[in-house]
T-cell receptor, first 110, second 115 residues
Framework: EDKVVQSPLSLVVHEGDTVTLNCSYEVTNFRSLLWYKQEKKAPTFLFML????IEKKSGRLSSILDKKELFSILNITATQTGDSAVYLC??????????FGGGTRLMVKP | DSGVTQTPKHLITATGQRVTLRCSPRSGDLSVYWYQQSLDQGLQFLIQYYNGEERAKGNILERFSAQQFPDLHSELNLSSLELGDSALYFC??????????????FGEGSRLTVL
């Protein structure tokens, strides 16, 4: 059974801090790893990673995948209150089925 | 706006009842996925349809069933409802072609409360 574990469960930081969110996984027939941000309702897509060592970057957010050690990290620099959300990691297997981790709840205080 | 439409947004019903949740995928997407999100379980995959056919099944209870119609919209039927079925039910869609590794686009969800 595919498994995704995220850490920490929750995190409280102040604006301007840098945070690192972790995602480890076990999956048969790995296809990709995806990061989503969930604020109030629908998860919204952040990144998709398929290759090890290649950093994906979007503004203050970046992510990298290590397929040998089976983990990924999501970094957020210069955090803002608008970054407060639950961040979800998911792995896509050969069946195009996304298995999600439990999420990391990030709160950014002014 | 992801382009995925779910109805109803909120639903309150009693134990033992049956409800139907509806999902219209993004234009052109052939795959529809259903997920259940409850407070203590995170996002749990229920079932996937591709172009009208069931493609993958996750932790879906026997009391639950789904289908995808020729116009590609999908319905999730929940019957003999129990208190523990209270959750946010998400529909997501993707192009879903063989070998597709890409993102899913999520609807806003249907919040079901069973009293």
């Amino acid at each position: 059974e595919d498994k995704v574990v995220q850490s920490p469960l929750s995190l409280v930081v102040h604006e301007g801090d840098t945070v690192t969110l972790n995602c480890s996984y076990e999956v048969t027939n790995f296809r990709s790893l995806l990061w989503y941000k969930q604020e109030k309702k629908a998860p919204t897509f952040l990144f998709m990673l398929t290759s090890s060592g290649i950093e994906k970057k979007s503004g203050r957010l970046s992510s990298i995948l290590d397929k040998k050690e089976l983990f990924s990290i999501l970094n957020i620099t210069a955090t803002q209150t608008g970054d407060s959300a639950v961040y979800l990691c998911a792995v896509n297997n050969a069946g195009n089925m996304l298995t999600f981790g439990g999420g990391t709840r990030l709160m950014v205080k002014p | 706006d992801s382009g995925v439409t779910q109805t109803p947004k909120h639903l309150i019903t009693a134990t033992g009842q049956r409800v139907t949740l509806r999902c219209s995928p993004r234009s052109g997407d052939l795959s529809v996925y259903w997920y259940q999100q409850s407070l203590d379980q995170g996002l749990q995959f229920l079932i996937q349809y591709y172009n009208g056919e069931e493609r993958a099944k996750g932790n879906i209870l026997e009391r639950f069933s789904a289908q995808q119609f020729p116009d590609l919209h999908s319905e999730l039927n929940l019957s003999s409802l129990e208190l523990g079925d209270s959750a946010l039910y998400f529909c997501a869609s993707s192009a879903g072609t063989s070998g597709y590794t890409g993102e899913l686009f999520f609807g806003e969800g249907s919040r079901l409360t069973v009293l």
